[in-house]
């Protein structure tokens, strides 16, 4: 019996011991979808009814991207940049060729 118990006890230590896959998701500004593959900090899209939204690439257990990374603008999402200090939604700007363009800091 005590044998039965230390050979299930092994099986158990190496079952647990494999490693355990990251999960990777979506993040926009109106939630999280699941992805297959990703790299994290790329730009993604998650489907929803009205169509896909822009969002960034993110892991459980990974540092997660705190403010966006990207300006959405009248002429798309520019990006992505360093940020550290604007919101989600907040104005924000971006240089173009034609001159700064403004907008809302998006993922």
């Known amino acids: ?14 079952i647990g011991s494999e490693p355990v896959a ?9 939630g999280t979808c699941p992805m297959a593959t990703g790299m994290p900090g790329a730009p993604c899209f998650c489907a ?4 896909p939204i822009q969002g960034i690439t993110q ?13 959405c603008t009248p002429a798309g999402r520019i990006g992505p940049f360093p940020n550290t200090t604007v919101g989600p939604g907040q104005m924000c700007q971006a240089p173009t060729p034609a001159g700064m363009m403004y907008g809302q800091a998006c993922y």
């Open 1 to 14: 019996m005590k044998r039965i118990v230390a050979a299930f006890g092994l099986l158990m230590a190496v």
């Open 22 to 30: 990251a999960q990777i998701f979506c993040a926009t500004n109106f």
């Open 48 to 51: 929803t009814p009205t169509g």
């Open 59 to 71: 892991s459980v257990g990974g540092k997660a991207a705190v403010f966006p990374q990207f300006c």
